[in-house]
């Protein structure tokens, strides 16, 4: 399969940021009704297809490939800053973005300019809309791609979207991959077992390749062997990071950290990396990765504490309450909850009441959003619970008001089921008490970063 750019899709003038990324979009889905790939199994083939056309821009750097269900935004944080700090210029490529799409493609850490994704996008676009079936996260993985090249970085490290053996990311030749916490997600992509899940993760696998992996449940871990073996994979499990106090709480994170850890050292082994223990400390006691079970900066005189998550998973949510509960004890608090419409609802809600009598529902502004009067339904089918007190909130600023007035006065506030619900109210917070996150917060590049337009009629009436 080739490419050719198709020049009567070239704009005939200069694309603002707001503009490319609306024609990023263009044809996104966020309802469901999507349609479904033909055929699936040569996504593959069309991006390196398109990526060929534009000089394989992903071959100019190495590359650090991270899947699994919890954790690999994380892990694949605390990998570049390993990198980073041991002198190496890198690249970042992460998904979803918390406040601006320019969040999903850093060099040395920072985030693309606007100036440069809206270069990038209109370079792009010829190839792009010539290519049939390619998704919108394939797309802005040709993006990124791109900007890695031509900031020269020497490393990238790239997390997969969604599973990994179809994900667009799966055309890499990674030097090491690492795999975290398996568990059950997005089913209706990557199948109903753990098996089949685990399948599909263990796609990034390269032959010859090491791969380090969280400890998985059994079902998992036989996948994960056996897939390893047929490619003749060294496969290891990783122990927790104690080397230093990590900024992410959780015994999770002290897995993400070792498989980041791991990875790096093997990069080491093979040659490829310089090693410095005193360097590697740093860049993973200095990862900034926000969301992540954060507790938001109190005001001057104190006030109810919030601790923001992306749970978005039952498994998830069960790991943000026991690493809350380390910590709070028997401390009262209040959700704050709201989940996207393609996810398994009812488990994660019978945690949440099963936890806390507290909860005020809200609907985030991601059109995936799932509407706070089904999420109603769904406690309403769930057994009655003593004491229980169900309340919705128009906004994430009145939901923070509203769990601040029925929790109790020594409690704390969580606010978690989505990474959209963690990220609106960070920016609610950040509304409530202005200037207490730092000012290199990602939050305050939101506060520059566009709406999306309207698209144009016609690409080349732009």
Not at 15 to 42: C, N, Q, W
Not at 191 to 203: F, M, R
Not at 392 to 419: C, K
Request: glycine residues 8%; hydrophobic residues 40%; proline residues 7%.
């Amino acid at each position: 399969m080739s490419i050719r750019a198709a020049p009567e899709l070239v704009p005939t003038r200069r694309l603002t940021y707001e503009e490319a990324i609306g024609v990023l979009f263009h044809d996104a889905r966020f309802d469901g009704r999507a349609p479904r790939s033909k055929d699936p199994e040569s996504r593959l083939e069309r991006m390196r297809a398109v990526l060929a056309a534009l000089d394989n821009p992903q071959e100019r750097f190495r590359i650090v490939h991270v899947t699994g269900t919890k954790g690999k935004g994380s892990t694949s944080a605390y990998t570049e800053s390993i990198l980073r700090h041991l002198g190496y210029r890198t690249g970042l490529f992460t998904s979803p973005h918390l406040h601006t799409f320019r969040e999903r493609m850093r060099v040395d850490g920072q985030l693309i300019s606007q100036e440069k994704c809206a270069e990038l996008i209109q370079r792009a676009l010829p190839f792009l809309e010539a290519t049939p079936d390619l998704t919108v996260f394939g797309r802005i993985t040709v993006i990124a791609f791109l900007y890695f090249a031509e900031a020269e970085v020497d490393w990238a490290v790239v997390e997969v979207g969604i599973g990994g053996r179809l994900d667009s990311t799966n055309i890499v030749r990674p030097e090491v991959c690492g795999i975290t916490h398996i568990s059950k997600d997005h089913m209706h992509i990557l199948g109903e077992s753990l098996e089949e899940i685990a399948g599909e993760k263990a796609g990034i696998i390269k032959r010859k390749k090491p791969v380090f992996s969280a400890p998985q449940k059994q079902r998992a871990k036989e996948v994960l062997r056996r897939v390893a073996e047929d490619m003749e994979a060294p496969l290891s499990e990783v122990q927790l990071y104690r080397r230093a106090t990590l900024p992410l709480v959780g015994k999770h994170q002290q897995i993400n950290a070792g498989i980041a850890y791991e990875m790096v050292r093997a990069l080491h082994r093979a040659g490829l990396v310089q090693w410095d223990d005193q360097l590697v400390d740093s860049g993973l006691v200095q990862t900034k990765w926000p969301c992540r079970i954060e507790w938001l900066p109190q005001p001057a005189g104190g006030g109810m504490p919030l601790v923001v998550d992306c749970a978005h998973n039952r498994d998830s949510l069960e790991i943000l309450l026991s690493t809350v509960a380390a910590t709070q004890g028997g401390r009262p608090f209040t959700f704050v909850f709201g989940v996207n419409s393609d996810k398994d609802i009812a488990p994660m809600l019978e945690l949440a009441m099963a936890a806390s009598p507290r909860i005020v529902l809200v609907q985030s502004r991601h059109p995936k959003a799932l509407p706070v009067r089904e999420l109603r339904a769904v406690i309403g089918s769930l057994p009655e619970g003593e004491g229980r007190k169900v309340v919705a909130a128009p906004s994430m600023d009145a939901a923070i008001g509203t769990a601040q007035e029925i929790t109790p006065t020594d409690g704390y506030i969580v606010g978690t089921g989505s990474v959209f619900v963690a990220a609106e109210l960070r920016e609610a917070w950040n509304g409530l008490y202005p200037g207490l996150l730092q000012g290199d917060d990602w939050i305050h590049e939101a506060n520059t970063d566009p709406p999306l337009a309207p698209l144009p009629p016609a690409y080349g009436t732009v």
